[in-house]
């Protein structure tokens, strides 16, 4: 299996452009997590879906972000517009369950907001 | 609030030098600890899961234990390849994890 698979890789962009940042989950995971990650805040949870439904959205910062799961392989999260203080490494990541062993995390998207 | 707090920051080992790790946690009901190890440029990739104080896990030279408070990496005569951030999370009485801001491991040959 090919893990979790995200992209971009590496992202850069203007202040109030869209972003649009990927994952491919694991086949199989009925779970999937968006995480943010900054040296200051470490890892936040923005959303996580199961069986493709948003079940919990609270982490998300405001209403520049929002996050689909239009099938079971693949999700997006957006921002628009992007600010700098959104820039973080991006992680997605999926579990076979609710529960959180196995849970597999991708490489991530770096995301630059200049 | 639940919340998780890592110690210490960094840490930096020679080859063999064994030393621990401390997570400390407030949660409301825990269900489960869990430890990760991070490396540059990587996503998070999972060590350790512990449910009960009292509990411990072992894999390599890493051992995880858990108390009530806190819970603790142990890592035996490390080697430079054990040179990563672990980040030490819990799952309370949601189906979130929160994280710790992690330690970064530096061994030294």
């Known amino acids: 299996d090919a893990g979790v698979i995200q992209s971009p890789r590496h992202e850069v962009t203007e202040m109030g452009q869209e972003v649009t940042l990927r994952c491919k989950p694991i086949?199989?995971?009925?779970?999937l997590f968006w995480y943010r990650q900054t040296m200051m805040r470490g890892l936040e949870l923005l959303i996580y879906?199961?069986?493709?439904?948003?079940?919990?959205d609270s982490g998300m910062p405001e209403d520049r972000f929002s996050a689909k799961m239009p099938n079971a392989s693949f999700s997006t999260l957006k921002i628009q517009p992007s600010e700098p203080r959104d820039s973080a490494v991006y992680f997605c990541?999926?579990?076979?369950?609710?529960?959180?062993?196995?849970?597999?995390f991708g490489s991530g998207t770096r995301l630059t907001v200049v | 609030e639940d919340q998780v707090t890592q110690s210490p920051e960094a840490l930096r080992l020679q080859e063999g030098e064994s030393s621990s790790l401390n997570c400390s946690y407030t949660?409301?009901?825990?269900?489960?600890l869990f430890w990760y190890r991070q490396d540059p440029g990587k996503g998070p990739e999972f060590l350790f899961t512990?449910?009960?104080a009292g509990e411990e896990k072992e894999k390599e030279r890493l051992k995880a234990t858990l108390t009530k408070k806190e819970s603790f990496l142990h890592i035996t005569a490390p080697k430079p390849e054990d040179s990563a951030t672990y980040l030490c999370?819990?799952?309370?009485?949601?189906?979130?994890?929160?994280f710790g801001t992690g330690t970064r491991l530096q061994v030294f040959p």
């Open positions: 086949s199989g995971h009925n779970s």
């Open positions: 879906f199961n069986n493709n439904v948003p079940i919990d």
């Open positions: 990541a999926s579990s076979p369950d609710r529960t959180y062993y196995g849970y597999t």
């Open positions: 949660v409301s009901g825990l269900r489960g």
């Open positions: 512990l449910y009960s």
């Open positions: 999370a819990v799952q309370a009485n949601t189906d979130k994890l929160i």
